[in-house]
């Protein structure tokens, strides 16, 4: 099978490491912005100011998630990263306020 690598376009941009990783998971650029538009869940990234999105994929017998990271920048999109998870991710705990966090340092030196 041969990849198309995908198209910059106005509000998207794609980075080498994305382009790398759709040919070793053989993603096309169409599936990704599926994605993109409609994920079946949104949690934040796991870079800074990154947000990831999955959706469902695969069989009942052998079910795998298809991740996708990006960063929403003020003019364009910067499509970072996809991967492939086998079996069902976790889904991660909100994460901590930082005031509840300095808080919980407070009381740990006191």
């Known amino acids: ?63 795998y998630e298809i991740w996708l990271m990006y960063q929403k920048k003020p003019k364009k999109t910067i499509m970072i990263s996809a991967w492939k998870y086998p079996g069902k991710s976790p889904v991660r705990k909100p994460p901590i306020p930082e005031e509840v966090l300095e808080n919980l340092e407070e009381i740990i030196k006191n």
């Not at 690598?5 to 490491?17: D, L, M, N, S, V």
């Not at 993603?27 to 870079?47: Q, T």
Request: hydrophobic share 30%.
């Open 1 to 63: 099978m041969f990849f198309k690598p995908p198209k910059e376009t106005k509000e998207i941009r794609w980075t080498r490491h994305i382009k790398e990783k759709m040919k070793q998971y053989q993603l096309s650029e169409k599936r990704l912005i599926r994605i993109f538009k409609n994920p079946e869940r949104k949690e934040e990234g796991v870079a800074p100011r990154t947000i990831a999105v999955m959706e469902r994929a695969g069989t009942k017998k052998h079910p």
